[in-house]
């Protein structure tokens, strides 16, 4: 039977849920309150500059694939992706830059010339991640934990004690027990910071980061990230999904325990048989629902980690920033510190770590000729509240710290373009919880079994896609999710990757 399908929030949650149940048959609805599909994988487009508003990495490639295969598409052609190399340059304080190129021989050798026996210890190190990355495609991202059998796995059950101990374990310890060297342990560290956690308390586990980067690739989408955003769009208007931009939702019905539809901010009530919110899960849980069917009300966020919040700057800059390749991580010698300003203090730090991506160096389109297109990212704490006065100032200190480390002293006056996104803007444009940018973290008691699940406990057909619930955070992890939210509503318990016959 035709069912209606509401999502609330055009994400790349809910636009690759739509597509799902809409390919199953159902009539599905996205209700978005911008005025354009992506949320946080936005475009926006300035005096010529081109630019993705948030996600630049296109990592785990093998989700991409699979998610698009299931509409008969190769996401491969379709996106033109090219793997980028060098993957990526670090810059650190006080030692030279080092350039990860994604090739393990050439990787490996970079590792050893900075500290003897190095080089072996990254292969081990990735070796065991891509295990565990493997193991956790089979058994843990792609599963509601809903049958406990699929954890009595033989192949889980010989890993106990291993798995026991790279949960229990810190990222960072994990790290210290293969190389020694500052600059090396920050580069295997960095990306939780993608995960919106700190090395210092996120789970080693999540060492199946450094197999993305290192075994498996950066690749970039030919006409940038939001690229992905354009063909999920693409399939579901093939199939009939129908899009409702400007659409604000300010609550969802219910009747005798059932979510029975979503009324807008004008006022206007609409009705469906079942609404999947991939709206942030604090927002949806303490504004969208009345007290009486909240699952997760205001006491159960107290005890939740928020993630990190950011300032995003979007720079059009006349003339070529050499220094700069295509992804680049500028590391602080006061690591430590860094990550207990946000995470812990939750304080602005004095000079943080920045990413910052220049696309125009592999995408001539995303920049007038002879500019550059360069996006920085700081990442600071949420909850922080800034005036429109102190974020330009943190934007120009921010600035001035970037041109000190690539060694370009005119870098401010080279700006033809600039625009800034902060804590504040999360909030009021995705009705983030604490302004957070990435999502609730990945700690381990916000991780796999303990991450909110994707099901209202008290209202049957409501349900959540996207970030902040299973499996977590980031793009290909938010496909994963609208598959699971899928498999949860029909009902399919087996773990693993969808089925084309389960559509
Ligand atoms: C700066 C930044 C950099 C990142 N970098 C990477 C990266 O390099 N690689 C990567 O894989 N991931 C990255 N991520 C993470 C990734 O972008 C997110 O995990 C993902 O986009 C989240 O998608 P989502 O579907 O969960 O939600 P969102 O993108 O937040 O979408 C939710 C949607 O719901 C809408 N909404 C909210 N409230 C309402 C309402 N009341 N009514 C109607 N609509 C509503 C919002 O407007 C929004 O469009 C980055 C994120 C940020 C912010």
């Given at each position: 039977m035709k069912r209606k399908v509401i999502i609330i929030g055009g994400g790349i949650g809910g636009l690759a849920t739509a597509n799902l149940f809409q390919k199953a048959g159902d009539e599905v609805h996205i209700y978005e309150k911008n005025d354009q599909l992506g949320g946080r994988a936005g475009w926006k487009v300035i005096n010529g500059f081109s630019f993705d508003t948030g996600p630049s990495w296109y990592l785990m490639p093998g989700v991409f694939e699979h998610y698009f295969d299931l509409f008969n598409l190769s996401v491969t052609k379709e996106l033109a992706l090219q793997k980028l190399s060098p993957a990526y340059k670090v810059f650190f304080e006080s030692h030279n830059p080092l350039?990860?190129?994604g090739d393990p021989g050439t990787d490996s050798q970079t590792f050893e010339s900075e500290e003897p026996g190095a080089g072996k210890a990254l292969d081990r190190y990735v070796k065991?991640?891509?295990e565990i990355y493997q193991l956790a495609l089979k058994h843990f991202l792609y599963t509601n934990f809903d049958n406990p059998r699929d954890l009595l796995k033989k192949e889980i059950i010989?890993?106990?004690?291993?798995?026991?101990?790279l949960l229990t374990t810190s990222i960072h310890s994990r790290v210290a027990s293969f190389v020694g060297s500052r600059t090396l342990q920050q580069i295997l560290e960095y990306p939780m910071v993608f995960l919106g956690s700190s090395p210092f308390s996120a789970p080693a586990m999540y060492s199946l980061m450094s197999a993305l980067d290192f075994k498996e690739g950066v690749f970039y989408p030919k006409n940038g990230i939001y690229s992905i955003i354009t063909?999920?769009?693409?399939?579901g208007r093939s199939l009939g999904v129908q899009y409702h931009l400007n659409s604000d939702v300010s609550s969802i019905t219910?009747?005798?325990?059932?979510a029975s539809g979503i009324t807008l901010s004008d006022g206007t009530r609409i009705d469906a048989d079942i609404v999947i919110s991939n709206a942030d899960l604090h927002f949806t849980e303490t504004q969208l629902l009345d007290e009486s069917v909240q699952s997760y009300p205001a006491a159960y966020w107290q005890k939740k980690e928020s993630g990190i919040s950011a300032l995003l700057l979007y720079l059009g800059v006349k003339g070529d920033l050499p220094q700069l390749q295509h992804h680049n991580l500028f590391f602080v010698d006061d690591w430590e510190k860094n990550f207990e300003d946000i995470y812990d203090k939750k304080t602005i730090p004095a000079s943080a770590s920045l990413y910052v991506c220049k696309p125009s160096a592999t995408d001539p389109k995303v920049a007038p000729k002879g500019y550059e297109n360069v996006f920085v990212l700081v990442p600071l704490p949420t909850g922080a509240t800034l005036s429109a006065d102190e974020t330009s100032t943190l934007?120009?200190?921010?600035?001035?710290?970037l041109a000190i480390s690539i060694d370009q002293p005119d870098l401010h006056d080279r700006i033809v373009t600039q625009d800034i996104f902060g804590p504040d803007d999360f909030e009021s444009r995705f009705n983030a919880w604490e302004g957070t940018a990435l999502g609730v973290s990945h700690l381990l008691k916000q991780s796999a079994f303990w991450r909110t699940p994707n099901k209202s406990k008290k209202l049957r057909n409501l349900y959540y896609v996207g970030g902040n619930t299973v499996p977590g955070v980031g793009l290909p992890m938010c496909l994963i999710s609208a598959e699971l939210v899928y498999k949860r509503v029909m009902n399919i318990k087996r773990s693993g990757p969808l089925e084309k016959s389960a559509l």
């Amino acid at each position: 039977m035709k069912r209606k399908v509401i999502i609330i929030g055009g994400g790349i949650g809910g636009l690759a849920t739509a597509n799902l149940f809409q390919k199953a048959g159902d009539e599905v609805h996205i209700y978005e309150k911008n005025d354009q599909l992506g949320g946080r994988a936005g475009w926006k487009v300035i005096n010529g500059f081109s630019f993705d508003t948030g996600p630049s990495w296109y990592l785990m490639p093998g989700v991409f694939e699979h998610y698009f295969d299931l509409f008969n598409l190769s996401v491969t052609k379709e996106l033109a992706l090219q793997k980028l190399s060098p993957a990526y340059k670090v810059f650190f304080e006080s030692h030279n830059p080092l350039v990860i190129t994604g090739d393990p021989g050439t990787d490996s050798q970079t590792f050893e010339s900075e500290e003897p026996g190095a080089g072996k210890a990254l292969d081990r190190y990735v070796k065991e991640g891509n295990e565990i990355y493997q193991l956790a495609l089979k058994h843990f991202l792609y599963t509601n934990f809903d049958n406990p059998r699929d954890l009595l796995k033989k192949e889980i059950i010989s890993q106990g004690p291993r798995f026991l101990k790279l949960l229990t374990t810190s990222i960072h310890s994990r790290v210290a027990s293969f190389v020694g060297s500052r600059t090396l342990q920050q580069i295997l560290e960095y990306p939780m910071v993608f995960l919106g956690s700190s090395p210092f308390s996120a789970p080693a586990m999540y060492s199946l980061m450094s197999a993305l980067d290192f075994k498996e690739g950066v690749f970039y989408p030919k006409n940038g990230i939001y690229s992905i955003i354009t063909l999920l769009e693409k399939v579901g208007r093939s199939l009939g999904v129908q899009y409702h931009l400007n659409s604000d939702v300010s609550s969802i019905t219910h009747l005798n325990g059932n979510a029975s539809g979503i009324t807008l901010s004008d006022g206007t009530r609409i009705d469906a048989d079942i609404v999947i919110s991939n709206a942030d899960l604090h927002f949806t849980e303490t504004q969208l629902l009345d007290e009486s069917v909240q699952s997760y009300p205001a006491a159960y966020w107290q005890k939740k980690e928020s993630g990190i919040s950011a300032l995003l700057l979007y720079l059009g800059v006349k003339g070529d920033l050499p220094q700069l390749q295509h992804h680049n991580l500028f590391f602080v010698d006061d690591w430590e510190k860094n990550f207990e300003d946000i995470y812990d203090k939750k304080t602005i730090p004095a000079s943080a770590s920045l990413y910052v991506c220049k696309p125009s160096a592999t995408d001539p389109k995303v920049a007038p000729k002879g500019y550059e297109n360069v996006f920085v990212l700081v990442p600071l704490p949420t909850g922080a509240t800034l005036s429109a006065d102190e974020t330009s100032t943190l934007a120009a200190k921010f600035i001035q710290q970037l041109a000190i480390s690539i060694d370009q002293p005119d870098l401010h006056d080279r700006i033809v373009t600039q625009d800034i996104f902060g804590p504040d803007d999360f909030e009021s444009r995705f009705n983030a919880w604490e302004g957070t940018a990435l999502g609730v973290s990945h700690l381990l008691k916000q991780s796999a079994f303990w991450r909110t699940p994707n099901k209202s406990k008290k209202l049957r057909n409501l349900y959540y896609v996207g970030g902040n619930t299973v499996p977590g955070v980031g793009l290909p992890m938010c496909l994963i999710s609208a598959e699971l939210v899928y498999k949860r509503v029909m009902n399919i318990k087996r773990s693993g990757p969808l089925e084309k016959s389960a559509l």
